[in-house]
């Protein structure tokens, strides 16, 4: 078949035509599709890129509240005897051996006991109303009722507390010496400043020597000195480690 010049220029442009149109979806199209996901990628990584700075602003206000709770947590557990000076039964007698030899006074038997989980209790005064019952039943103007009220509120507030976890270790200890030497002993646990309590002492022959003492006994008879039992415990809690904020 013999194609004339209009024929030939006819086919010419349908080729050109389709040879766009398959250009456009071999090349171009995916090209658009392309352009299109990677504008989607770049605005999750602009709001990524938001996000973290977000997060790079808050951190100077993260650190200081960790160091404020790490201070608080340094302030509670100041008062407290250090673990490491009390963790067993040997570095308790350790610990406490300094306050007889300051006090002077003799330890005659002792039995310091290990560290164990224990509670911390409240003290308090709790205060007897005499009558109470009958009081408030009289009490036609509300008046006694506020007087109840006030007179015990420290003490209902402290005794709905609940009553915290810490460390403790007991301590029993007989001591001999003057009766200013013992008051002594106990004045030196009481002003120092970690928490020690003394639960419970019994004095022996304390009567006895101030009754000596007045009778003007002889040089040569054997003095008798007071003796001492006395039970303390005393209190311990882990201490927080220091926070470490810088990264790596």
């Keep these: 078949m013999k194609l004339n010049y209009r024929d030939k220029v006819i ?22 599709t392309d352009i299109g996901e990677n504008k989607d990628q770049l605005a999750k990584l602009e709001a990524d890129k938001a996000k973290v700075a977000d997060e790079i602003a808050e951190i100077p206000g993260i650190k200081d509240d960790i160091n ?4 608080d ?34 330890i005659l038997a002792l ?6 989980a224990g509670t911390l209790g409240y003290y308090y005064f709790e205060p007897v109303i005499v009558g109470e019952d009958m009081r408030t039943g009289v009490d036609i103007n509300g008046s006694d009722a506020k007087y109840i009220e006030e007179e015990k509120a420290e003490s209902n507030a402290l005794s709905d507390r609940t009553e915290e976890q810490v460390l403790s270790a007991t301590y ?21 400043p970690e928490t020690i309590i003394i639960n419970s002492i ?31 415990t005393l209190y311990s809690v882990y201490e927080m480690d220091q926070p470490y904020l810088e990264a790596e």
Excluded: H
């Design 11 to 32: 086919l010419g442009a349908i080729l050109a035509v389709a040879l766009l149109i398959a250009g456009f979806f071999l090349w171009i199209k995916p090209e658009i």
């Design 68 to 71: 404020a709770i790490y201070a």
């Design 73 to 106: 947590s340094k302030t509670l557990s100041g008062p407290f005897v250090e673990y490491n000076s009390i963790y067993d039964s040997r570095k308790v007698d350790q610990y406490m051996q300094s306050f007889a030899t300051d006090s002077k006074v003799k």
């Design 111 to 116: 039995a310091p006991g290990d560290l164990s």
């Design 172 to 192: 029993t200890v007989t001591l001999e010496g003057s009766k200013e030497d013992i008051w002594k002993y106990m004045e030196t646990i009481e002003s120092q």
């Design 202 to 232: 019994t004095f022996s022959d304390l009567q006895l020597k101030e009754m000596k003492d007045d009778e003007a006994a002889e040089d040569d008879e054997e003095e008798v000195l007071p003796k001492a039992q006395m039970t303390l």
